[in-house]
């Protein structure tokens, strides 16, 4: 329950009100980030779930975020962090993409100096984003739904990364 005894920081307006029954934001949302940063900080995962949350985080996110660390080869058999795992944090992306971003970095030559509209950096790039670069429109009309085909949504990056570059704005 979100009303009992304590403190409550407000960020919205008095006359708002979250639902009794709503879900705190821990709840719903992937930890995998969450938890190599704190095992990066040295925090061992026994105490991670001792921390002083404001919604204790679910057991079952916990453990569903250590088996991606785990099969990302972040953390090792006894749940510590691994170099590998401390170069994935080190990154500013979800830790499947940092992954990605190392490994394909470690296998494919000149992938970093990349120009190709295809490189790892553009699709992470991509993957990372939670609003779609490209929206398509008809004539004047309003602008329809988010385009799915990650080939234009790429062609979409690199055109626009072509322009930024050549008129100097960044």
């Known amino acids: 329950w979100r009303l009992r005894d304590g403190l409550c920081y407000r960020v ?3 006359t708002e009100r979250l639902c009794d029954d709503d879900l705190p934001e821990i709840a719903l949302v992937d930890l995998t980030s969450i938890v190599l940063f704190l095992l ?3 925090i061992p995962l026994i105490s991670i779930k001792d921390l002083p949350w404001l919604d204790r985080p679910p057991e079952k996110s916990l453990h569903h975020a250590t088996n991606i660390l785990q099969m990302l080869g972040a953390v090792d ?3 510590c962090i691994t170099e590998h795992g401390r170069a994935i944090s080190a990154l500013p992306l979800h ?10 970095a470690s296998t494919i030559p000149c992938a970093a100096d990349s120009h190709d509209p295809v490189s790892v950096s553009s699709l992470c790039a991509l993957l990372e984003l939670e609003q779609d670069i490209l929206r398509r429109s008809k004539g004047n009309g309003p602008v329809g739904p988010a385009c799915a085909d990650l080939r234009l949504r790429m062609r979409a990056l690199h055109e626009s990364d072509t322009v930024f570059r050549i008129s100097g704005k960044v």
């Open 95 to 104: 830790p499947r993409l940092g992954h990605m971003a190392l490994v394909s």
């Open 77 to 79: 058999d006894s749940l």
């Open 40 to 42: 990066s900080c040295d």
């Open 12 to 14: 919205w307006s008095k």
